[in-house]
């Protein structure tokens, strides 16, 4: 993977510090998105304040993504700003357990994710733009940590969650501390002066195909806000164990390997626009698949579908926007992509399917979740197929 003028500049050095810090990061994504619902769960809270803690920290970090994309944009090193954000993350979920007063959660939650939910669409700009100047090195390569990490956390914690699950919040703690080292070796990454707060986005979204992306990642990414909220409450319900709970995001993490590892040569053979459409195809069999399984166990061999959906979506945008936005904006870019789907969408999939599963069940809105990837399916498919009969047509 290296040749040897790699090995006399340092880059390996330089590669796995960046792989590294995203084993920490997402072993931290792990412990928080996996087991948060858990803990909630388990301090009694109804599923209509579960849906509510988990959509308004989104809410709030909406407003923190814009801002934290701007300094990314302007700062002298975007590395000061991602350096923030671990450390505020990190300091502020030691807090949580300290009450489980509803308003006291709601206030950490958003104070958390405030910092949290822009660590990824930075470190990924921040990635991106070291990339560019290292052809040779592969974001899924590099990604690839992320996925690692996400799996053996997992299963790690998935044991001390069934006796321990307020340790979450001093191991989330820990993973910030070590993507704090790990990011102390990535080479700087300047900043770039531009009016994002005034244009508020304006010039990304006047790229059509951009937004066109943009809105199938935010459809199917509404049915993901809802299987990370639920599933975890969802999958106890049906008799698995934070052990089997482990397990099943293990294997679900796993499952990203394929494609991580054969996104580059994908992405040369198979237009932007049919990876999408396969990702949404494979969510509405997925949640139809959970609408239907009665038993735990029959769940694990359905979480390898998760391998063509989330990091299809996520590397996909991601590498998207690095090749679409103009170089001043590609922290801004990759900002607007988390806003949407980890802001917007995740806030509508919890939110709503909060208010929906205790109304109709969980069973019935993952039927519903399939119902609306089907139709992303349908009717973005039939723009695909007129835009090019149009093309066909004018030439």
């Known amino acids: 993977m290296f040749n040897s003028q790699q090995g006399k500049t340092g880059m390996p050095t330089k590669l796995i510090a960046f792989l590294l810090f995203y084993v920490v990061i997402y072993m931290g994504n792990a412990v928080y998105g996996t087991f948060m ?23 709030i970090a909406m407003i923190g993504q814009p801002v934290w994309g701007a300094f990314g944009d302007r700062a002298k090193s975007k590395n000061q700003v991602l350096r923030v954000l671990l450390i505020g993350s990190g300091i502020s979920i030691l807090f949580f357990p300290l009450s489980h007063e509803f308003f006291y959660i709601l206030m950490f939650i958003c104070i958390f994710t405030f910092f949290q939910t822009s660590i990824f669409a930075l470190s990924d700009a921040i990635t991106l733009e ?68 005034g244009r508020k986005f304006r010039e990304l979204f006047k790229n059509g195909k951009l937004m066109f992306y943009l ?5 199917i990414q509404i049915t993901l806000g809802y299987y990370y909220a639920f599933f975890p409450i969802y999958f106890k319900e049906m008799g698995g164990d934070s052990v089997m709970l ?21 992405f040369k053979r198979v237009p932007v626009s049919v990876i999408l459409l396969v990702a949404a ?11 239907e399984i009665e038993v735990a166990y029959w769940i694990l061999p359905v979480q390898v579908l998760h391998g063509l959906i989330f990091i299809v979506l996520s590397v996909t945008l991601a590498t998207i926007i ?36 205790a109304a109709y069940g969980m069973r019935q809105v993952f039927l519903y979740s399939s119902w609306v990837s089907m139709a992303c399916v349908v009717v973005f498919g039939a723009v695909i197929y007129y835009r090019r009969k149009q093309h066909e047509l004018g030439t």
């Not at 809105?215 to 459809?219: D, G, L, T, Y």
């Not at 482990?246 to 994908?266: C, N, T």
């Open 37 to 59: 619902p858990v803990y909630l769960n388990n301090a009694k809270f109804s599923q209509e304040q579960i849906g509510l803690l988990l959509s308004l920290g989104p809410l």
């Open 130 to 197: 070291e990339l560019d100047r290292h052809p040779t090195w592969s974001f899924g390569w590099i990604r690839l940590g992320g996925t690692i990490g996400f799996a053996l956390m997992s299963l790690l914690f998935g044991f001390i969650a069934k006796s321990y699950i307020g340790s979450m919040f001093p191991v989330y703690a820990c993973t910030m501390v070590a993507g704090l080292f790990c990011l102390w070796r990535f080479p700087a990454a300047a900043g770039r002066p531009a009016n994002v707060m």
């Open 215 to 219: 809105s199938i990642n935010f459809i």
């Open 246 to 266: 482990g397990w099943s995001m293990a294997i679900s993490s796993l499952s990203e390997l394929p494609f991580l590892l054969f996104s580059g040569i994908i």
């Open 281 to 291: 195809l494979a969510s509405a069999f997925r949640w139809f698949l959970f609408s």
């Open 322 to 357: 690095n090749r679409e936005v103009p170089p001043e904006w590609k922290a801004s870019g990759q900002t607007l992509n988390g806003l949407l789907s980890l802001g917007a969408a995740r806030i509508i999939g919890s939110f709503v399917g909060g208010i929906m599963s």
